[in-house]
């Protein structure tokens, strides 16, 4: 009887530190960001300064807990995408959560690989070794990420 309990006992405590991780990891450090908060920006070709882009529709989250948590999705004006920005030849989109519906980093990533979309450098280093993109489609949505530059890559 008492291998009984004590195997309940440790069954339930297995299974509440996975939930209890599997929250953490999914939702807990997660917030909303504001369109002036993240304030959007790109750098124009053969610069190295970003300039501010106005957005549309802007919905986003970030985290404190690691530089790389931040996405985004928007749109941009016409008038934004005819400007000639400085690209970002190895975006590589990271995983949103699942509860983020609008950023799916398979999709726009084969869209990058196919060329309907095109990544461009939002901010350099944004945090120490990370830059932030944007990629954009020619009917002006937009994503924002952030990813590890080669200052950091192995």
Avoid: K
């Avoid at 996405?71 to 030849?89: G, K, Q, W």
């Avoid at 280093?125 to 932030?132: H, K, N, Q």
């Amino acid at each position: 009887m008492n291998g009984r309990i004590l195997g309940v006992a440790v069954l339930g405590a297995a299974l509440l530190g996975g939930g209890l991780m599997y929250y953490m990891q999914v939702y807990a450090f997660y917030r909303p960001v504001t369109e002036e908060e993240a304030a959007i920006a790109l750098v124009p070709a053969g610069e190295e300064t970003p300039v501010p882009v106005p957005v549309l529709d802007f919905d986003g989250i970030d985290a404190n807990s690691s530089p790389l948590r931040f996405r985004a999705c928007f749109s941009i004006t016409p008038e934004t995408r005819a400007l000639d920005f400085a690209p970002y030849p190895q975006a590589e989109p990271l995983n949103a959560p699942n509860w983020f519906s609008c950023f799916d980093a398979a999709e726009l990533g084969a869209d990058l690989v196919a060329g309907r979309a095109e990544a461009w450098l939002s901010v350099p280093e944004i945090a120490p070794g990370v830059d932030r993109v944007v990629a954009v489609y020619s009917d002006g949505r937009a994503f924002a990420w952030h990813q590890l530059n080669d200052s950091l890559r192995d």
